[in-house]
């Protein structure tokens, strides 16, 4: 099973904060799409996010469990 997780910073504000998980759920969503094209059932895929003050941008992260 593949975890795709979206990863958005966790500073800068509510608003911000919004707008950043939102665009990075839609880059998760664009990666497990590429994982579909290239044979990767759906069924194998899982689709997580959260946020991380760690993070200074949008992050995808791919995890094979």
Same mark, same amino acid.
């Given at each position: 099973?593949?975890?795709?997780?979206?990863?958005?910073?966790?500073?800068?504000?509510?608003?911000r904060?919004?707008?950043?998980?939102?665009?990075?759920?839609? @880059?998760?969503?664009?990666?497990?799409?590429?994982?579909?094209?290239?044979?990767?059932?759906?069924?194998?895929?899982?689709?997580?996010?959260?946020?991380?003050?760690?993070?200074?941008? @949008?992050?995808?992260h791919?995890?094979? @469990?």
């Open positions: 099973i593949f975890e795709v997780m979206a990863v958005a910073p966790s500073g800068g504000g509510a608003g904060v919004a707008l950043a998980s939102n665009q990075a759920r839609r @880059n998760a969503e664009a990666v497990q799409r590429s994982l579909q094209r290239m044979g990767l059932p759906n069924t194998r895929v899982t689709m997580t996010s959260r946020t991380s003050d760690q993070a200074q941008n @949008n992050e995808v791919v995890f094979l @469990n």
